[in-house]
């Protein structure tokens, strides 16, 4: 965070965020519900998925690219999955009632698994990932990256996503845990924060059309980002843009836009997410208690030299979400300025 | 594979693995089942997880670590979720049976999850995770492996295993796409191997307690496995862990045995399978042409300046079950004496 940061309240960027959605056309509650999402991204440290991502999304919206009132609608239903059609509406809108659905699925069955087409970039992977766990269930989430920049093992054409995969496991005195990971060695988003920066990048995250190591930021589009565990994390963008995309009738491969310079094309993701209900095999309080048990052996146990503690999964973000919900979200200069040029642009009120 | 190999056809090598198993105690069926699927790992080219194992099961269930005659039960029943307990069986049988659950639940409301306790080890991932392809369904698999090799990121204790994680999705003129992967950099067989050859293992597969390169193979009990991406490797195999140890009430963690090792011990396996049924998204053979256009457009993708071919996860393992099938399973020396030694000690025909 740079010195000439400030930091905002929640409810305040909230309703910063809801009159910037009503103002580009969004119904009341429809707006709300967004911007409630968005800062719960910016809280638990998604600052790259948060409201960073206001004035894009806006943009989308006015170019056309985004409907701002979807009928979200169920194409099939079953049991224990169904598909959703999210019109082409926000992201957020469409994976909160695809989360809603899934949990009662799970409610009546034991899991859900809902799939969406025609939805946008939701967020972080952890936002919806978490949905279940307060009906004490396990919540996984998986989805079509927003962007191709990925090649397959082997290859130097970016045909898949940093397709994310998230799973929330309820604890019990301790935090959840909450793994929200892309399969690639470093995000995008870090990429770009190097270049704004100036700063270069490590040897392994990215590599050339040619296969050669690729450190300066400013030349990512002259390359691709690197799998985790080379064929491995090439495998699991593949599987997860299947689970997400091929079987739900989104965008994969060739059909993927890039949502940052098409803003007035419908992106056509696609995401899924499942939730498990923990009664069919235990307690739930019996489970929360031997997951924080869990916990603690992990937390506990011998650390290599050097190393001050040992995280669980989501922990640093938890502990992020305490803090900022005390303090304010992070709010850097030119983000602020960002948002100051949306509000002009919209003509509302200014966070300020 | 060593000058000294030969080539066994599946259907002997399936007999010998029946004998055996019917001498050790197990009903007929039950041996036949296990053998066949025993030789699929071979067939698929899981040469660390086929009958290489047959002298380890064998020793486990003579030693009373296994259970020969378990009666495996569902301890808890939902639509589309349940609980099986293997009492103990040999983890194929128990997995199977689990698989099969699984398919008939996601045949009746669209998904079906079922996890086990008190299984063991099952082989490959892969056997599981492809079963629900017959009947048009996605397969995904979890497990928690048979020993502690990993420990926490920033840790020093292998509290962890090279969980597995397998994803099976069906094609149409195309090889099912299949994952099948360990969430570390080097599964512990490769090491096995490289110690056999007297060869050093390569930067980045294992460290040592201080945290410093370890390469030699014959030193391996003095470190511990790395996990591909840092600390992503290691969020999934905690939670693969969760999915499929904790949440089974089977061992995780500190309850892991030592399998090979602790052979009079009973492991307390833990695995999870779903199937999720296509027919809810769209009808099968739609998305089965989908996913080959899918395939079609990876593998002739641009390839990296000296790479021959891309390939798609699982399709090296599906053309070595072809070329398997016709020409046989290779028999190293090694093995085929190990098995003569099972063949001895079992008062059984030997595989020659």
New interface residues.
């Given amino acids: 965070m740079s010195e000439e940061s400030s930091r905002i309240p929640a409810e305040r960027l909230e309703s910063f965020i809801t009159r910037a959605f009503v103002a580009a056309g969004l119904p009341d509650a429809d707006a709300h519900a967004v911007a409630r999402l968005m800062v719960e991204a910016d809280l638990r440290g998604s600052d790259t998925h948060g409201v960073i991502r206001l004035p894009l999304y806006v943009r989308r919206i006015r170019a056309g690219g985004v409907n701002a009132k979807p009928n979200i609608r169920v194409l099939?239903d079953?049991?224990?999955?169904?598909?959703l059609d999210g019109d082409n509406g926000m992201g957020h809108l469409v994976m909160k009632r695809a989360a809603e659905l899934a949990i009662d699925?799970a409610k009546?069955?034991?899991?859900?698994?809902v799939?969406v087409r025609m939805s946008n970039h939701a967020g972080p992977a952890a936002l919806y990932a978490t949905m279940p766990l307060r009906h004490d269930m396990?919540g996984l989430y998986f989805a079509v990256g927003s962007n191709n920049h990925l090649?397959?093992?082997?290859?130097?054409?970016s045909?898949l996503g940093t397709n994310p995969l998230a799973?929330a496991?309820p604890a019990g005195a301790e935090p959840p845990?909450v793994?929200d990971?892309a399969?690639t060695?470093a995000a995008y988003g870090k990429v770009r924060l190097k270049a704004q920066r100036g700063e270069a990048m490590p040897l392994g995250w990215m590599i050339d059309?040619?296969?050669k190591p690729l450190t300066d930021p400013k030349r990512a589009d002259e390359g691709h980002l690197l799998p985790?565990?080379d064929?491995?994390?090439?495998?699991?963008s593949?599987?997860i843009g299947?689970?997400a995309g091929?079987?739900?009738?989104a965008a994969?491969?060739?059909d993927v836009i890039d949502f940052v310079k098409e803003t007035g094309k419908a992106a056509n993701t696609g995401q899924a997410i499942?939730a498990?209900?923990?009664d069919?095999?235990?307690p739930a309080d019996e489970?929360k208690r031997?997951?924080d048990r869990?916990i603690r052996?992990?937390r506990n146990?011998?650390?290599?030299?050097?190393?001050e503690?040992?995280?669980?999964?989501g922990e640093q973000s938890h502990a992020k979400m305490l803090e900022r919900r005390a303090h304010g979200v992070p709010m850097p200069k030119a983000l602020r300025e960002s948002l100051d040029a949306v509000a002009r642009e919209l003509g509302i009120a200014s966070l300020a």
Same sequence: chains 1, 2.
């Fill in positions: 099939a079953r049991p224990s999955a169904a598909l699925k009546a069955t034991g899991i859900g698994w799939g396990i090649p397959p093992w082997g290859g130097s054409e045909l799973v496991v845990v793994l990971m399969p060695v059309r040619q296969g985790i565990g064929y491995k994390g090439y495998g699991l593949l599987i299947l689970l091929a079987l739900n009738r994969l491969g060739r499942a498990l209900s923990i069919t095999f235990m489970f031997a997951i869990f052996d992990i146990s011998q650390k290599l030299p050097g190393v503690r040992i995280w669980l999964p």
